[in-house]
């Protein structure tokens, strides 16, 4: 199957760090694809990360999320099943997906080499299934 960003998911990605913009390009455009991918969100102001905060979508105030620096160092995505999923049998395969892109871009040397990747999947935590982000090695 082949899938392609909308206006609206490409000007989300534009805000990210170029590895991340690469990344979710890459992602998509493999054929491995799981499913379609919507950008559902790049860099956050103040007031955006505050809201977040507000509605418990974020723990983290401006400006310590790695969404508040220019450019983001951080993404989400979410898989696009018939419309945005928020099920976790969605988010599982997409997760393992982008993480084998990661390691492919990596190898081939189309990212910067600084960064780890990191899914909010993972953490033990305030499991945050859309949320991907960049850390220094």
């Known amino acids: 199957m082949s899938w392609a960003y909308s206006a609206r998911s ?43 905060v ?18 983001s160092m951080a993404v989400d995505v979410a898989p696009y099943v018939g419309g945005i999923s928020w099920d976790w049998l969605d988010y599982h395969p997409l997760a393992e997906h982008i993480k084998t892109v990661w390691q492919r871009i990596q190898m081939d040397g189309l990212t910067t080499g600084q960064y780890e990747l990191e899914w909010g999947g993972d953490w033990k935590s305030f499991r945050d299934g859309p949320h991907w982000q960049l850390n220094e090695k």
Do not use: V, Y
């Not at 979710?24 to 799981?34: F, K, Q, S, V």
């Open 10 to 52: 490409l000007t989300k990605l534009g805000t990210c760090h170029p590895d991340l913009q690469i990344l979710m390009r890459e992602a998509l455009a493999d054929r491995e694809c799981p499913s379609d991918i919507t950008i559902l969100e790049g860099f956050r102001d103040e007031e955006q990360q505050n809201q977040m």
């Open 54 to 71: 507000a509605a418990g979508k974020s723990q983290l105030a401006w400006p310590k999320s790695k969404h508040n620096s220019e450019p």
